[in-house]
């Protein structure tokens, strides 16, 4: 039975509560927003596949609480983690300045992860107080993509994860790839280790051999 994905990954979403993160989530994954989501308890999950360049990516994408009382449970679910969003609401600037206590909390708990910056609720221009090329420039910082989404109109989003997949599957490729020549390499090195052990082991027998001769 053939399977049904190529590669599976797993994406969380974070930020400060109240930001969208699950406005985000249930657009991608359903395609609907409802303005009155419960505030996330925990941990939440969705799963979506999508298809990059022909090959089929199945993905695990999780919604974290962004609230304090919630952080060391959701800590826990950043082990397996391949990519994250982190997520602030262009209309308050406090989930905004947050973002770097949110990525230091990402280097705390993952080795190397792919990452995205996503300004959300870019849809109402009177409202907003994060300026697009403030949020650049500290994206540009951090070497970050950023993009600017609304869950409520779809602007962005599926762009926005899409970008993160191919980021998450171009890493796994390399990998991949660097430890496909590395491990041809260890190969080559364990080979012309051998023939050199074999070559010491017939000089020593020559010289033996030469010995007798001589003391004969």
């Known amino acids: 039975m053939a399977r049904e994905y190529d590669h599976l990954f797993k994406l969380l979403i974070i930020g400060d509560s109240g930001v969208g993160k699950s ?11 409802s303005g009155s989501y419960i505030t996330t308890i925990g941990v939440d999950f969705k799963i979506r596949t999508v298809v990059i360049n022909g090959e089929r990516v199945k993905l695990q994408i999780w919604d974290t609480a962004g609230q304090e009382r919630f952080r060391t449970i959701t800590n826990t679910y950043y082990r397996g ?3 994250v969003i ?18 230091q909390e990402i280097e705390a ?5 792919n990452k995205v910056l996503v300004g959300n609720k870019n849809d109402d221009p009177a409202r907003k107080v994060v300026i697009t090329e403030d949020a650049q420039r500290f994206a540009n910082q951090m070497d970050i993509q950023l993009f600017e989404t609304s869950a409520k109109d779809n602007i962005n989003v599926e762009e926005m994860f899409l970008a993160i997949t191919e980021q998450v599957l171009r890493h796994k490729k390399q990998t991949q790839k660097t430890g496909s020549i590395g491990s041809k ?3 080559r090195q364990s080979a012309q280790r051998s023939q050199h052990k074999e070559k010491e082991q017939m000089l020593l027998v020559l010289s033996r051999v030469w010995l007798i001769c001589v003391s004969r």
């Not at 406005?23 to 927003?33: Q, V």
Request: net charge neutral.
């Open 86 to 103: 982190v997520v602030y609401d262009v209309t308050n600037g406090e989930s905004f300045a947050n973002v770097k206590r949110w990525l």
């Open 109 to 113: 708990n993952c080795d190397v992860v």
């Open 81 to 83: 983690t391949h990519g």
């Open 185 to 187: 390499q260890r190969h």
């Open 23 to 33: 406005s985000l989530l249930i657009r991608f994954s359903d395609n609907t927003f």
